[in-house]
């Protein structure tokens, strides 16, 4: 049985060197899918229900992040990579002050988020259903982010994969790019060939300074408050678990 879908509403994949008429680099991701999941009845039906309000598809539509949390002037951080949303949930209360929004593919990892959402009435989490660089550049204007969070990405072990990752020159400027001044893009990885890579690339963007970890000063939460999924299986295998804090210049 096919575990993939086409996504009607979804954009074809960005020639971000020619966009952004640069040489770095961007992860290949190829054809971009939509992992098929199985959700109970009670998950779709709440779906259904909730996703039109909290939930936006990928497309070519600037976010109006303002009328979208029906309240003006507040932080926002873009969440990439969300997952089941276990931190995202667990950080929400503490930040109230603070627009999260979750990106995701994987719909039974936002039907999971959407019900802790829903049971804990965290009316400051929206979602969007995409990939996380396409969401970046099709969806956010240049500096209107306060901050950017990656949180376990896909290492890609193999190094004929490396290049899918999402860690990368380009994605770093891109980042950058949508950040306000002052801005925070904190990165967590427990795969030490991982931790490598992005040591090789934390001063490629002239836009960034490397604050490196921790960093007392930070203007936004940095503490993930629990063991996310991933990290504890990390924890499990003893991984050691490598963060990363950058502020936009």
Not at 56 to 83: C, P, Y
Not at 118 to 141: A, Q
Request: include cysteine; glycine fraction near 8%; aromatic fraction near 8%.
């Amino acid at each position: 049985m096919d575990n993939t879908e086409t996504h009607a509403g979804r954009p074809p994949q960005t020639d971000f060197n020619t966009v952004f008429d640069n040489d770095l680099d961007y992860p290949r991701l190829g054809n971009v899918t939509f992992r098929r999941g199985t959700l109970t009845d009670n998950q779709e039906a709440m779906f259904n229900e909730n996703w039109p309000t909290i939930g936006k598809d990928l497309a070519d539509e600037i976010i109006d992040v303002d009328t979208w949390f029906n309240r003006q002037g507040h932080r926002t951080i873009v969440e990439i990579g969300s997952g089941t949303g276990t931190s995202t949930a667990a950080m929400a209360p503490l930040e109230a002050d603070t627009n999260i929004i979750a990106v995701e593919l994987y719909k039974p990892g936002l039907a999971k988020l959407m019900g802790q959402v829903v049971r804990g009435g965290l009316d400051n989490i929206r979602m969007v259903r995409g990939d996380g660089v396409e969401v970046m550049v099709r969806m956010f204007e240049p500096e209107s982010l306060d901050g950017i969070r990656v949180f376990f990405p896909d290492p890609w072990p193999k190094a004929r994969h490396n290049k899918r990752r999402i860690i990368q020159s380009g994605t770093l400027n891109l980042f950058a790019s949508r950040l306000k001044k002052g801005g925070v893009l904190h990165v967590a990885t427990d795969h030490a060939d991982y931790a490598e890579w992005i040591d090789e690339l934390v001063d490629v963007e002239p836009t960034l300074d490397y604050k490196g970890w921790p960093w007392d000063e930070c203007p936004q939460l940095t503490n993930r408050q629990v063991i996310t999924k991933f990290e504890g299986k990390g924890l499990d295998k003893d991984h050691v678990i490598t963060e990363y804090l950058w502020e936009k210049k």
